[in-house]
């Protein structure tokens, strides 16, 4: 396990911080003219007198394990600041008072709020301020009044900021340092070789005081891209980031990170100052007096995604961005070959390090993940399968100009419905299944707010912004939102019920730790899944079993597990010694061994 911050040192802590981020330096700017002594003394000095303020403020208790930097407590749920809202008062008192309302606090350990700053599109991540709470939000008290129950992540976007944010209006006036800010490129340059996000263009021209410039721009026009060339921003960010620890975020996402840095006639993805920037920002919060987590966010093939652990001394969370496609294609196609095999090739975390499993997000279902797992014709048919459930399709520029798929856009609750012909009950238990599986593997799970209150299609906010993205990121009305969910004859008081059920269990059950081992099981047949499960002491054991079939099943376990004394985590009761379970209709199960567990 990672070294646990009871033991903490200031001054050992900042001697290595010194000698670690030397060598970052070192890789990052070896080409490049910058007077690296003095900006390694710049962060370190940042630093110390960031670790200075949060010990001097007193360090929260640590509730995980000991010498451990998470347990199988530890849930995220992803929202928005400003998701429900009320003309009472601030959207994140709203977010608070819903919260409190349904005692979450009791099944989650985690609130990732989206990006609350200031921001001029895409919902927050084109930042206009990084060091403040956009005013329709709230204020820097009521984040932490939700940092009160809850260990707060926030979003450091760190690719891009806003066209619109004071920044680039002294880049646009070609104020020093700020005309270094950005990152710009002659339109004559071949870049070809860029790997592109989007169909949009890679370069937008600006006019500055000293003539026209042309400005990456990878997400968007109003997204321009920040250089890290400059060390100015670099230590502006590192800056943002230790201002984030002291404001209460334990746990802060690398936004985008794979693209930061670019350099012309290579692909500007996962480049080596990209890893090392990525280790620096390590080596800063590994300096902190708590346990500050860093989570990377690179939509990307699974190995690619995998790089960002380095080698323990990158990220700690890496995301499973594979898991969410695989997981909807296994439940449309009633074949879990592609998932069961990805599964068992899934690779480990280093020692201090995790993966985090989720179904849906903020961003739509990445299709780039699925590169190398699935065949492309399967994938073609899970995006058809999208389409005809009322999803849209966001596509990227390829090298040869030609345009694939990047995304589905979709909640994931309405990806689950056989094109509205499933009975309610039925929709509900199905993709409540595919929740189970993702709360039962190995690593930290995340739920998106729409998934927990099985949120619907937005066609209305998707009409309104031309986005397609806005599809599964519909706010609502706090009274209203509470009404639908006290309402016991609605899907979504099923789904948001049941949820907090599967929560609230999957709280005590210690082989789903996110150390725990993990092991896939043969069931026998592709429409079924198995996973094996084990606390990290060796004591106790969980099964996962899934019918994607619509109709019921019989799992036959494997001669190892027949000899388990296995009952339902639920309901107590017993399968006893029998190799054959029952599963219902795209149903699922949780057993666990009697008397070990």
Not at 192 to 221: D, M, Y
Not at 290 to 301: D, G, I, M, R
Not at 418 to 442: C, W, Y
Not at 466 to 494: M, P, V, W, Y
Request: charged share 25%.
């Amino acid at each position: 396990m990672a070294e646990s911050k009871r033991t903490y040192s200031p001054s050992d802590a900042i001697n290595r911080l010194r000698t670690s981020l030397a060598e970052r330096l070192a890789t990052i700017y070896a080409d490049e003219p910058v007077d690296r002594p003095a900006l390694l003394e710049k962060l370190v000095e940042r630093t110390a007198q960031a670790a200075e303020r949060l010990e001097s403020a007193g360090r929260p208790s640590e509730d995980s394990s000991p010498g451990s930097l998470w347990n199988e407590r530890d849930v995220l749920l992803i929202t928005y600041g400003d998701q429900v809202e009320t003309l009472r008062r601030p959207a994140m008192a709203a977010l608070d008072e819903f919260l409190r309302r349904y005692d979450l606090q009791e099944v989650l350990r985690y609130v990732h709020l989206l990006p609350f700053y200031p921001y001029s599109s895409d919902d927050g991540f084109s930042v206009i301020d990084y060091r403040q709470v956009e005013p329709t939000m709230g204020d820097w008290p009521d984040v932490e009044r939700l940092g009160q129950n809850f260990r707060l992540t926030f979003d450091l976007v760190l690719n891009h900021c806003s066209a619109k944010s004071e920044w680039f209006r002294r880049f646009l006036a070609s104020e020093s340092p700020y005309d270094e800010y950005f990152v710009t490129s002659d339109p004559a340059s071949d870049l070809s070789q860029v790997v592109r996000p989007r169909s949009l263009p890679l370069l937008t021209e600006f006019q500055t005081t000293t003539g026209p410039r042309h400005v990456w721009t990878t997400f968007s026009a109003d997204q321009v891209d920040l250089n890290f060339r400059s060390p100015h921003v670099l230590l502006e960010m590192v800056d943002i980031l230790l201002g984030y620890a002291e404001r209460g975020a334990r746990m802060i996402r690398l936004d985008a990170i794979a693209y930061l840095w670019k350099e012309v006639g290579t692909s500007c993805i996962h480049l080596p100052q990209t890893h090392a920037v990525v280790k620096l920002l390590r080596d800063v919060v590994d300096a902190l007096p708590v346990n500050v987590l860093l989570l990377s966010e690179t939509n990307v093939p699974h190995r690619e995604n995998l790089s960002y652990f380095g080698a323990g001394d990158e990220a700690h969370i890496v995301y499973q961005f594979s898991l969410p496609p695989l997981l909807l294609d296994a439940s449309l196609s009633g074949d879990s070959t592609y998932l069961y095999e990805w599964l068992h090739g899934v690779g480990q975390a280093p020692e201090n390090a995790t993966f985090l499993n989720f179904t849906a997000s903020h961003d739509g279902i990445g299709v780039r993940p699925l590169e190398g797992l699935v065949p492309d014709q399967r994938i073609y048919q899970l995006g058809q399968a999208v389409l005809a459930r009322g999803g849209r399709i966001n596509t990227r520029r390829r090298p040869d100009g030609s345009d694939s798929p990047y995304e589905l856009n979709i909640t994931y609750f309405d990806a689950l419905d056989a094109d509205s012909s499933l009975p309610p009950d039925l929709h509900v238990r199905r993709f409540l299944t595919t929740q189970a599986i993702m709360l039962a593997l190995k690593g930290l799970p995340a739920v998106y707010f729409q998934s927990l209150v099985g949120g619907r299609n937005d066609y209305e906010g998707l009409e309104r912004s031309g986005h397609n993205r806005r599809i599964n990121r519909r706010k609502f009305d706090l009274g209203e939102l509470c009404g639908t969910l006290d309402d016991s004859s609605t899907t979504q008081h099923a789904v948001f019920s049941n949820y907090r059920r599967l929560l609230a269990r999957r709280n005590t059950l210690a082989p789903l730790h996110p150390n725990g081992a993990q092991r896939p099981i043969d069931l026998g047949s592709p429409r079924l899944l198995g996973v094996e499960r084990t606390s990290v002491d060796g004591a106790s054991r969980l099964l996962l079993l899934a019918n994607f079939e619509g109709e019921s099943a019989q799992a036959t376990l494997p001669p190892e597990l027949r000899d388990g004394n296995w009952s339902d985590a639920f309901d107590g009761s017993s399968v006893g010694e029998s190799s054959s379970v029952r599963l219902e209709p795209y149903g699922f199960r949780w057993l666990i061994e009697n008397g070990r567990t």
